[in-house]
């Protein structure tokens, strides 16, 4: 009963295209929504976040969009380069834990 | 990789074993969890301790303690391991500034349990 629900599990992108990965939730008490990027062989790392006062958040190529109402939110990832393949996770915060989605395995073709 | 360390790196166990996983911190941060990440579920939190002796459940908490004695130090013990347990494992320090947070993970272990 995975709280984060998150998809596409994979996708295939050309080099220059747009990345949209989608989440979604039913936990009103989560107050934190950020984005962790993960390379093989690597711990995650945090790559962008958002609160939920906040409609967008935008960083370089990196924009989160945030739908309070749906209890949805999004990864767009812009001009996307081959050094962006990774598997990409959304999470959400409630009182000092985070649940994750399952992740989604981002390829950028050259 | 701020300031945090697992060990070992990777591990094989056999079944019905004691295994004790370690994660050490020099960040001096009060939260840290223990994560287990496998295909199609994501990161999943076992447990987690906000302060020195004190620990709280995750969602997947069966089958696994922890410890924390000293606040760099957070242990993992799966009691009689299982090969359902076979995963990699991610522990993670939390650092807050207002109101955003951040976890940092380690680079993680592999266990497998035969």
């Known amino acids: 009963q995975q709280q984060v629900k998150q998809s596409p599990q994979s996708l295939i992108v050309q080099k220059g295209g747009i990345s949209i990965i989608n989440c979604a939730y039913e936990?009103?008490?989560?107050?934190?929504f950020p984005w962790y990027q993960q390379f093989p062989g690597k711990g995650p790392a945090l790559l962008i976040a958002?609160?939920?006062?906040?409609s967008e958040k935008k960083e370089g190529r990196f924009t989160i969009s945030f739908n309070k109402s749906a209890k949805q939110f999004s990864l767009h990832i812009m001009d996307s380069q081959p050094g962006d393949s990774a598997t990409y996770f959304c999470?959400?915060?409630?009182?000092?834990?985070?649940?994750f989605g399952a992740g989604t395995t981002v390829t950028v073709r050259a | 990789d701020a300031g945090i360390t697992q060990s070992p790196r990777h591990k094989v166990t056999e079944t019905g074993t004691p295994v004790t996983l370690r994660c050490h911190q020099t960040?001096?941060?009060?939260?840290m969890y223990w994560y287990r990440q496998d295909p199609g579920h994501g990161l999943r939190l076992i447990h987690y301790?906000?302060?020195?002796?004190?620990?709280d459940k995750g969602e997947v908490s069966d089958g696994y303690s922890v410890s924390r004695s000293k606040t760099e130090d957070f242990l993992l013990t799966l009691e009689s391991a299982t090969s359902s347990q076979t995963s990699v494992y991610f522990c993670?320090?939390?650092?807050?500034?207002?109101?955003?947070?951040?976890?940092?993970f380690g680079s993680g272990t592999q266990l497998s349990v035969l």
């Open positions: 936990n009103t008490a989560f107050d934190y």
């Open positions: 958002i609160r939920p006062d906040v």
């Open positions: 999470a959400a915060r409630n009182d000092y834990k985070l649940s």
């Open positions: 960040e001096n941060h009060r939260y």
């Open positions: 301790s906000y302060g020195v002796k004190d620990t």
């Open positions: 993670a320090i939390s650092e807050s500034t207002g109101s955003n947070e951040k976890l940092f």
